[in-house]
């Protein structure tokens, strides 16, 4: 059974949380780690995607995720804009690999299935594919009952190893619908408000606490996992990546 190493947020600062996922990926490709997993509550952040600074509202949009109270951000990942907030867990997984590209996208397909088996625990009608309209659209998206995005997937791939990371909405969808819908209408970019919400809104017992402890199990029965701490080296690393994150400034 693989070892993973089993890490917090790591930093209460979105900006330095989202950079600490390059950090982690850095570390295992150097050996220092033998692969990791992060699973954690996010602050409200708006991440931008590559192609999403080119659009001509690109500037608005940002200033728009400022208003309702989400710090912008740019991921280096693909995918284009999404949100999360307090109501979700971001999940990062972080292993080293021998071959760029291989298994790209057997993993959309494996965490794909695995993330669906994890919310169906807990009884979540969970579903993997595409919804019509939906936000940052992906054929490997997670959603509920064919009507919400419940979860999104990005991944980096390096020659030496590989980042998959992906956000769960799992309750109060209010401030991600109303985010979504102005930062997009910023962009120009046409979607179906309806499909951005949160698993809570089919299925309203659902709780964070349950779906991260149906996550951790899931991953209990492929990996060993091993508590770990961001090392203090790891935390001043995530520097380097936080000008590149930084949106704030193009104001």
Known sequence: MSTLHFLPRGHDDPLTTLSLARVLLDSVRAGRRPGALRIYRPESTVVF???DRFLAGFDDAVGKALEAGFTPLLRTLGGRVAAYHHGSLVIDHVEPADQMFTGTQARFTSF?????????????DARLGEIPGEYCPGEHSVNVAGKIKAIGTAQRVTKTGWLFSSSVIITDPAPIRSVLTDVEAALGVDWDPAT????????????????????????????????????AEEIEAAGAYNSVSQLE???
Request: overall charge negative; proline content about 4%.
């Open 249 to 251: 400034s193009t104001r």
């Open 196 to 231: 951005g919400g949160a698993i809570s809104e089919i299925h309203p017992d659902v709780t964070v606490d349950a779906v991260e402890q149906a996550f951790l199990a899931e991953y209990a029965r492929g990996y060993d996992l091993e508590p770990s701490e961001f090392s």
């Open 112 to 124: 794909g299935d695995m993330y669906v088996r994890a919310l169906q625990s807990v009884g979540v």
């Open 49 to 51: 995607g590559g192609r």
